[in-house]
C-alpha cells in the first residue's frame, strides 16, 4: 500500500491532504506517514522471521524521539553511534538490552555510559578501542559485552561517500587483524567477546554484496573456532529513490542468513535505518522565487540544504513533486534550489516540469532517513518542524526551533 500518494491531483499523506496542512502550519517542514514507518518495520521483520533477529534501528537515520517510541512498540531495539542517541534511545523505552553501540571514535564518557547502562553490546572498531573499553570496565568493576566489527573488504556498488566496508574506509579492523584480535582477547579480562559485527554501507541495492560478506564471516568463524553469541550483520538496505533502482531482494538473502544462523547457532541482529524510514517523509516547501537563469529557470524554495542534506553531502537525488499536479507543461529546464548561501544548496533539476508559480507547494520526497536527523542552523536558520500523520491525524513531534533560541550565542 502507498502511503503517500495523489487523489484527485492532490498529494495526500495517509488521509491528509498536504495542501489544507500547509493552511495550517507553516513551511517548510517533515511530513510523515506512520502507517508507513509499521508497514515497513513489519514487512523487514517478515522477511527475516525464520531467523527471528534482534531489529536494532539505526537511530542516526531518525532520531526523532516520537518515531523512536513507534519502533519500539514494534519490538524494535536500537543502534546508535553516540552518547546522545544512547541515551535518546532508552528515554524512547527501548531497553538497554536491545541497544548496540557503534563508531569509530567513542570518548571516554561515552564508553561509561554504555557500560553503566549494561547496553547489549559495544561494538568496538580497534584494538586501541578495546584496550580502553577493559580498563573502564576494570575501573567500573563491570564485565563488559563487545562486538567487534569487520571491515571485509567488500564494494559494495554505493555512492563512494556511504561506503564503510572498503579497506580504505576508516571503520571496523581488517580480517587479519580481527582475527589476531580474536586470539588475543581472553588478555582484556573485563571484556566478553559476544559478537562480530558488520556493516558495510548504505543504500546498497544488490544482495550480492551482503551474500560476500557471509562467506567472510563463515572464514572468521571457522578461522578463530569462537562460537559468537550474536552476528550483528548492520544495515545498508537499499530503497527505490528513482524509478530505475531494482530493489533489494531481501527474500533470497534471508535464506543465506538463516542457513548461516543454523550452521553456527548463532542470534542475528540487524541494523536497518533507510529501509524502515526512508520512503515515509517528504518534505513540504513553498516556492519563494522563481527566477530565469540564461538557460533554465530556478525555482528557489524556502528549504535548505541546512534542512535536508543529502544532495549536497552525497550528491543524492529525490524527486520533487507538486503538491497539485496539473498537465500544463513549463518552458524549458527548471533547477530546484535552495537559499543557503553555497553552490551546493540545490536539489535536482528537471528537462521539463508542470506549470510552476511563486507561492505554490512541493515535496522532497523519500526524505524519512538522513534528512531531519541530518539537518542544521547553517545559516542561523532554526530547525523545522516535523509532522507526523496517523489516517486522519496530524501531529507535531518536533516543533519549529524558536529562533530566540538561537540569536544569543
Ligand atoms: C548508518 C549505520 C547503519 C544504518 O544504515 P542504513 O543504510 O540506514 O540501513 C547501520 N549500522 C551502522 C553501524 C551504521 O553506521
Aim: charged share 25%; with cysteine.
Amino acid at each position: 500500500m502507498s502511503y503517500i500518494r495523489y487523489k484527485n491531483n492532490n498529494l495526500f499523506v495517509e488521509n491528509v491532504s498536504v495542501r489544507r496542512l500547509v493552511s495550517k502550519f507553516s513551511s517548510p517542514f517533515y511530513l510523515y506517514s506512520e502507517g508507513n514507518i509499521i508497514e515497513n518495520y513489519k514487512s523487514f521483520s517478515n522477511n527475516f522471521k525464520k531467523s527471528n533477529p534482534l531489529i536494532c534501528f539505526s537511530v542516526k537515520a531518525n532520531s526523532n524521539i516520537q518515531i523512536l517510541k513507534i519502533l519500539k512498540k514494534m519490538g524494535s531495539g536500537a543502534d546508535v553511534v553516540s552518547g546522545g542517541e544512547l541515551l535518546k534511545a532508552i528515554k524512547s523505552g527501548i531497553k538497554p538490552n536491545k541497544i548496540v553501540f557503534s563508531g569509530v571514535g567513542k570518548t571516554e564518557d561515552e564508553i561509561k555510559l554504555a557500560i553503566r547502562k549494561k547496553i547489549l553490546l559495544i561494538n568496538v572498531e580497534s584494538e586501541n578501542e578495546a584496550i580502553l573499553i577493559n580498563k573502564i570496565a576494570g575501573k567500573l568493576k563491570k564485565k563488559t559485552a563487545i562486538g567487534i566489527r569487520l571491515n571485509p573488504d567488500i564494494n559494495a556498488p554505493t555512492h563512494k561517500k556511504i561506503s564503510t566496508g572498503k579497506a580504505e574506509d576508516k571503520f571496523g579492523l581488517s580480517k587479519t587483524n580481527l582475527i589476531s584480535f580474536c586470539l588475543n582477547v581472553k588478555k582484556l579480562k573485563n571484556l566478553k567477546l559476544n559478537a562480530i559485527s558488520v556493516h558495510i554501507g548504505s543504500q546498497i541495492l544488490s544482495e550480492n554484496p551482503f551474500k560476500k560478506t557471509l562467506k567472510v564471516l563463515e572464514e572468521i568463524i571457522k578461522r578463530t573456532a569462537i562460537n559468537f553469541k550474536f552476528v550483528d550483520l548492520g544495515g545498508g538496505f537499499g530503497i527505490s529513490y528513482k524509478k530505475k533502482d531494482k530493489k533489494i531482494n531481501l527474500k533470497n538473502y534471508s535464506i543465506l542468513v538463516e542457513k548461516f544462523r543454523k550452521k553456527y547457532n548463532c542470534n542475528i541482529i540487524f541494523e536497518p535505518g533507510r529501509a524502515i524510514v526512508g520512503d515515509t517523509a517528504i518534505l513540504v516547501t513553498k516556492v519563494q522565487y522563481l527566477k530565469k537563469g540564461s538557460n533554465k529557470t530556478f525555482a528557489i524554495l524556502n528549504a535548505g540544504m541546512n534542512d535536508f542534506m543529502r544532495t549536497a553531502l552525497y550528491d543524492a537525488v529525490h524527486n520533487i513533486i507538486p503538491v497539485i499536479k496539473n498537465s500544463k507543461k513549463n518552458k524549458g529546464p527548471l533547477e530546484f534550489v535552495g537559499p543557503i548561501c553555497e553552490t551546493t544548496c540545490k536539489f535536482v533539476k528537471y528537462k521539463k516540469y508542470q506549470s510552476l508559480n511563486q507561492t505554490d507547494y512541493v515535496a522532497i520526497a523519500d526524505v524519512g532517513a538522513y534528512g531531519a536527523s541530518l539537518s542544521s542552523n547553517y545559516n542561523t536558520k532554526p530547525l523545522i518542524a516535523e509532522i507526523i500523520i496517523n489516517k486522519a491525524k496530524a501531529r507535531i513531534i518536533r516543533k519549529k526551533q524558536d529562533i530566540k533560541s538561537l540569536i544569543n550565542q
